[in-house]
């Protein structure tokens, strides 16, 4: 598990978590990279939603809300990460 933290740690850059008062290290470490990784996968999907659309049929029976199906789902993981990475700063900080 130490392993995967440490490869985390060279993928996303300046992702260090901030150590929580009263949570083990380790814990701390791993909920801070699964936030940092819940962003990157916002950011994926809402890459792909965009894609999607570039690429999507525009006819009637194209299913035309599936690619902001996407997009929103991405940025709403965005937001939920991002605020909670901002809240737990605040509350270690």
């Known amino acids: ?3 995967q ?3 985390a740690a060279d993928l996303i850059p300046g992702a260090k978590p901030t150590e929580i008062p009263g949570m083990a290290g ?3 470490k791993i909920f801070g990279y699964g936030l940092w990784i819940l962003i ?12 999607k659309l570039a690429v999507s ?3 009637r029976g194209g299913g035309g809300s599936e690619p ?5 789902g991405g940025l709403i993981a965005i937001v939920i990460s991002g605020s909670l990475i ?3 700063n605040g509350v270690a900080g």
Do not use: C, N, P, Q
């Open 1 to 3: 598990m130490l392993d």
């Open 5 to 7: 933290l440490s490869l």
């Open 86 to 88: 901002a809240i737990l």
């Open 40 to 51: 990157l996968a916002g950011v994926g999907g809402v890459g792909y939603g965009f894609f």
């Open 26 to 28: 380790t814990v701390t």
């Open 68 to 72: 902001f199906k996407w997009m929103g």
């Open 57 to 59: 049929d525009k006819g």
